[in-house]
């Protein structure tokens, strides 16, 4: 795979993934109180901690988007 995200997108990745599972899971906020809720965020968490760890987004491979130098 073609590396295609940059070191601020990575840490915003990163950063916001962590932040979304840890919120769905331990948070105690009403908003998660639903199982698509807390599902969704823990989903939507694990894909950017994913693709920040990998440094690939398939999603930006298809719009042709790379936010890396190289």
Avoid: Q
Wanted: positive net charge.
């Amino acid at each position: 795979m073609i590396t295609n995200v940059g070191t601020v997108d990575r840490g915003v990745r990163l950063v916001l993934g962590v932040a979304l599972i840890a919120a769905a899971l331990f948070s105690g906020l009403t908003i998660f109180d639903g199982a698509v809720m807390k599902y969704g965020a823990i989903l939507v968490g694990v894909v950017l901690t994913v693709t920040g760890l990998m440094r690939t987004c398939p999603a930006y491979s298809i719009l042709g988007i790379r936010t890396c130098k190289v």
